[in-house]
Each structure stands twice: as C-alpha cells, then as structure tokens.
C-alpha cells in the first residue's frame, strides 16, 4: 500500500483534526514511552488516546518473555480508557518511539483502533520530528467488524 506523504502538516486543518493538538499528543506519548517495559527488544513505544470529550489516556509497551504475551503501547492506552469508563468516540491516537521515526501501529493495534473509531487518525512523527497524521482507513482499509454501528 503506498502511503500518501501529503499527510505531513505544519497548520493542521480543522477537517482532519479538528481541536486535536497533534504535538502535545505526540508528547504525551514520549512521556509514557519513558516507562515501557522492553528489557528484550529495547524498542520503547508510547501511545496516547484522545477522546472526543477532550480527555487522553497514556500506555506503554510492556514486554514479556513469551513475545506473544506482549502488549503494545496503543492497546494499553485504549484499556485505561476503556477502565476508566471511557464512552465518548475516539478521535486520535498519537504514537511516539525514541528508537525510530514513524513508529506506525502494529496490525492488532490498528484493529483495535477501527473498534473504537472507524474515523479516528493517527499521528506518528517524521523523520523530519514533525506530527504526519494518517486516518485510521488508510491504514486498515479493511478492518474486521462485528456490526456497522456498534460503538462504546
């Protein structure tokens, strides 16, 4: 799939983000990056949640010995929200790794985005350290879903 590179923003444009502050997500992700878990692959990742409400929630990566037991940052960040009674729809979801540029979603993630927002966008920094915003569609163009309407 080729990414469009036009996702790259300096003034990001009220119908792509509306209020969302791509740089304090991203932020917000570096600091939850800081306590990841991965004393295996040492590729430490932060996510961050916004919700419509205007509320984030932060999660790590936590590493296991199993690798498959592993979590990643961006389905932590969306349990607490989930834990926290979180109900309103999720608009974006910012991921932030100190050992790479563009620390795009795994595919499980983008799994779990598309559950809770088929409309919501992903912010990764470039190369460049600037927020480049992708939607959710572009990413997964065909998730798996249980019903057209379900929501939180």
């Known amino acids: 799939m080729q990414i469009n590179q036009d996702h790259l923003y300096k003034n990001y444009p009220d119908n792509i983000l509306k209020d969302v502050d791509a740089e304090k997500t991203l932020k917000i992700a570096a600091d939850a ?57 999720l608009i974006a979801v910012a991921i932030y790794s100190p050992n790479a540029k563009s620390c795009f979603p795994c595919g499980a993630c983008r799994q779990w985005i598309t559950e809770f927002s088929k409309e919501a966008v992903v912010i ?29």
Do not use: H, W
Request: hydrophobic share 35%; proline share 3%.
């Open 124 to 152: 990764v920094e470039s190369s460049e350290g600037k927020p480049q915003v992708f939607s959710i569609k572009e990413l997964l163009p065909f998730s798996f879903e249980l019903d057209q309407t379900t929501s939180l």
């Open 33 to 89: 990056a800081e306590n990841a878990y991965a004393p295996y692959s040492k590729f430490k990742v932060g996510a961050c949640a916004l919700f419509e409400d205007g509320k984030t929630y932060s999660g790590c990566n936590v590493e296991n010995a199993s690798y498959g037991l592993t979590l990643c940052a961006e389905r932590n960040a969306l349990s607490s929200a989930i834990t926290e009674g979180q109900k309103t729809k």
